[in-house]
T-cell receptor, first 113, second 118 residues
Framework: DQQVKQNSPSLSVQEGRISILNCDYT??????FLWYKKYPAEGPTFLIS?????DKNEDGRFTVFLNKSAKHLSLHIVPSQPGDSAVYFC????????????FGGGTRLMVKP | GAVVSQHPSWVICKSGTSVKIECRSL??????MFWYRQFPKQSLMLMAT?????????EQGVEKDKFLINHASLTLSTLTVTSAHPEDSSFYIC??????????????FGAGTRLSVL
């Protein structure tokens, strides 16, 4: 049972445009959400996170939106840059579950120059 | 800040040998470290949670006698793949959660270790 899903395995965007990566979850106990960026043969790099008490968190070109009622979160990257090309994982944790992270399957973002 | 070092980055070994992978938090203390495994084009699968000074907690389906975890200090955890076989070939990644942080849910990851068992 996949508790965190990223339904788009890949996304292609033109440089300068907005990239929107989506993530859905099923466990209503999740109360903290994170986005990680991963290059091949490297460990994930933390990008941005959001607590369930918020619906938006912004950090530079990255903004995460959380819709609790829909159990949906998204990562917006604007403007997209070729260096953003990587695999993006969303992850969720629950305070009552030791704050372990449950990862989605990842979305490969390709930003074309 | 929040750098996690993982060593080695790549190891090739013969079937039946044991391989040790180290995970160090360089600039913070981590009471909890995690070990993940990633198969090609798949997500990260949590193998075990390692707490300093106590036994690791393994996820269902992970053989604790096969994957020995030791968390001897607040900055070091090791994963030993015992009697490795070709099916153990994978990308292993560790992460560490800072002990003193407001964002207690954030894990910082090492660069990963690619294990190839011949």
């Amino acid at each position: 049972d996949q508790q965190v899903k990223q339904n788009s395995p890949s996304l292609s965007v033109q440089e300068g445009r907005i990239s929107i990566l989506n993530c859905d979850y099923t466990n209503s106990m999740f109360d903290y959400f994170l986005w990680y960026k991963k290059y091949p043969a490297e460990g994930p790099t933390f990008l941005i996170s959001i607590s369930s008490i918020k619906d938006k968190n912004e950090d530079g070109r990255f903004t995460v939106f959380l819709n609790k009622s829909a159990k949906h979160l998204s990562l917006h990257i604007v403007p997209s840059q070729p260096g953003d090309s990587a695999v993006y994982f969303c992850a969720a944790s629950a305070n009552n579950a030791g704050n372990m992270l449950t990862f989605g399957g990842g979305t490969r973002l390709m930003v074309k120059p | 800040g929040a750098v996690v070092s993982q060593h080695p980055s790549w190891v090739i070994c013969k079937s039946g040998t044991s391989v040790k992978i180290e995970c160090r938090s360089l600039d913070f203390q981590a009471t909890t470290m995690f070990w993940y495994r990633q198969f090609p084009k798949q997500s990260l699968m949590l193998m075990a949670t390692s707490n300093e000074g106590s036994k690791a907690t393994y996820e269902q389906g992970v053989e604790k006698d096969k994957f020995l975890i030791n968390h001897a200090s607040l900055t070091l955890s090791t994963l030993t793949v015992t009697s490795a076989h070709p099916e153990d070939s994978s990308f292993y990644i560790c992460s560490a959660r800072p002990y003193l942080t407001v964002a207690k849910n954030i894990q910082y990851f090492g660069a990963g270790t690619r294990l190839s068992v011949l």
